[in-house]
C-alpha cells in the first residue's frame, strides 16, 4: 500500500503527520520527495547505509554533423534546445529529459550527457528504510529526483512525504499512489489550497482524505467544505504549543505523547478498509 502525504500549502503540518504515521507503523518505507527541503530525516533519525549522485540527461550536439536543420527544436516542448541560423543553443536548466531531440535528430548528432542533479540517500531506523533525495541548489527540475527516490521503494507499506503545492514536483510524487492525505488548516488560505489540491488528486483519480492540523482555530469553511464535496475527515489535531515546541528541537509527536501512535495506526488500518 503506497500512502502520499500532500498539502496544497507548506506548513500545515504534512511532515509531522508523514514521520508520526511512519514512526507508528514501525516497519515500513518512508520516502521523503520533498527533495528541495527534505527534513523527514530530523524526526526519524535514519542511520544513513548508502550515499550516490543522481544525474539527468540534457542534450549534447557534435557540430561536425549538425546540418542545423532545426529539427530538435521543433520537437522540444520546454525551449531547452534552439536553432538560430548556423547555430544550436541549448538550456539544460530547462531539459526535461525526455529525448525527443537526441531520438528524432536525422543527422544523429545529439547526444545525452549527465548533469548532476542531486543526491540520493538511503538509511534505516528501527525497522523503517528511510529513503530521500537532495536536490542540487542551482537545479530548478525536481521531478527527476522524485523519480530517483520512488524507484528505490520495495513494496509493503510505502509512505511518501509529497513537496507542498499542486505544481509538477507535487504531482509526480502523488501519481501512483493507493491513497493520499490532504493535510490542511481551518484558515480562508488553508481552504483555498486545499480546493487546488482536492482539484489535482481528482485529476488524478486517486482516492483521498483530509486531515485538519490546528482544528481549533479559524473556522469551519474547511469543514463545510469537505462535508459538502463528501471528503472524508480522517484526523483533527488540536493547536498545542507544547507539540510545536517538541517539533522545532526534532521531537516527534508520538515520543512526546505515546498515546497518538495508537491513532495513527488506526488511521493506517482506515484507509486500508477505504481503499
Not at 17 to 32: H, Q
Not at 67 to 81: L, N, P
Not at 176 to 182: H, K, N, Q, T, Y
Not at 263 to 268: I, Q
Request: charged letters at 25%.
Amino acid at each position: 500500500m503506497i500512502v502520499s502525504i500532500a498539502s496544497g500549502k507548506g506548513g500545515t503540518g504534512k511532515t509531522t503527520i508523514a514521520t508520526n504515521m511512519a514512526l507508528s507503523a514501525g516497519k515500513c518505507e518512508f520516502l521523503d520527495c520533498d527533495v528541495e527541503e527534505p527534513n523527514a530525516h530530523i524526526f526519524i533519525k535514519p542511520e544513513m547505509l548508502e550515499s550516490r549522485p543522481v544525474d539527468r540527461p540534457v542534450p549534447q550536439v557534435d557540430f561536425d554533423k549538425c546540418t542545423y536543420c532545426g529539427k530538435c527544436g521543433e520537437v522540444c516542448q520546454f525551449s531547452a534546445i534552439v536553432v538560430i541560423r548556423q547555430s544550436v543553443v541549448t538550456f539544460p536548466e530547462l531539459c526535461h529529459g525526455c529525448g525527443a531531440c537526441s531520438g528524432l535528430c536525422p543527422e544523429n548528432a545529439i547526444t545525452e550527457v549527465g548533469k548532476r542533479l542531486g543526491l540520493l540517500e538511503i538509511g534505516e531506523s528501527n525497522g523503517i528504510r528511510f529513503i530521500h533525495g537532495i536536490l542540487e541548489v542551482s537545479e530548478a527540475m525536481s521531478p527527476p529526483l522524485i523519480r530517483a527516490v520512488k524507484k528505490e521503494a520495495n513494496g509493503g507499506l510505502v509512505i511518501r512525504d509529497a513537496p507542498p503545492g499542486t505544481s509538477c514536483p507535487t504531482i509526480e510524487a502523488v501519481n501512483g499512489s493507493d491513497f493520499c492525505i490532504l493535510v490542511t488548516e481551518p484558515t480562508p488560505f488553508g481552504l483555498n489550497d486545499l480546493k487546488l489540491a482536492v482539484g489535482m488528486l481528482r485529476t488524478l483519480k486517486i482516492p483521498f482524505g483530509v486531515i485538519v492540523n490546528r482544528s481549533d482555530i479559524g473556522d469551519n469553511a474547511v469543514f463545510d467544505y469537505c462535508r459538502h464535496e463528501e471528503i472524508p475527515i480522517l484526523m483533527r489535531v488540536l493547536m498545542d504549543r507544547d507539540i510545536a515546541i517538541a517539533y522545532s528541537n526534532g521531537i516527534p509527536l508520538v515520543e512526546m505523547r505515546p498515546e497518538w501512535k495508537g491513532r495513527f495506526v488506526k488511521l493506517l488500518d482506515d484507509i486500508s478498509r477505504m481503499i
